[in-house]
């Protein structure tokens, strides 16, 4: 991991406690607050994506599934 963030152990310890506290539910409730109130959030449950465009991910395969482990 990048050196600011330290250890694997130590970041994942961090984002489990981060979970347990309740401080992603304060962060996802403050962004979604603020896209809010830009009106950047369409509340009737439509979604379209932004781009109509040609994507560079293949269609899954019909029989597909994750991969095999």
């Known amino acids: 991991m990048i050196g ?3 250890s694997f152990q130590t970041a994942h ?3 489990i406690r981060w979970a347990v506290d309740g401080t ?3 962060i996802l409730t ?3 607050a603020a896209a809010d ?3 950047d959030i369409d509340w009737t ?3 379209t994506p932004r781009s109509s465009g040609p994507t560079s991910t ?3 395969h019909a029989k597909g ?4 482990w």
Do not use: F, M, Y
């Open 45 to 47: 449950g439509q979604w």
């Open 24 to 26: 992603w539910e304060k």
């Open 30 to 32: 403050s962004v979604l």
């Open 37 to 39: 109130a830009n009106d």
């Open 58 to 60: 293949p269609p899954a």
């Open 65 to 68: 599934g994750g991969p095999r």
């Open 4 to 6: 600011c963030i330290g």
């Open 13 to 15: 310890k961090r984002l």
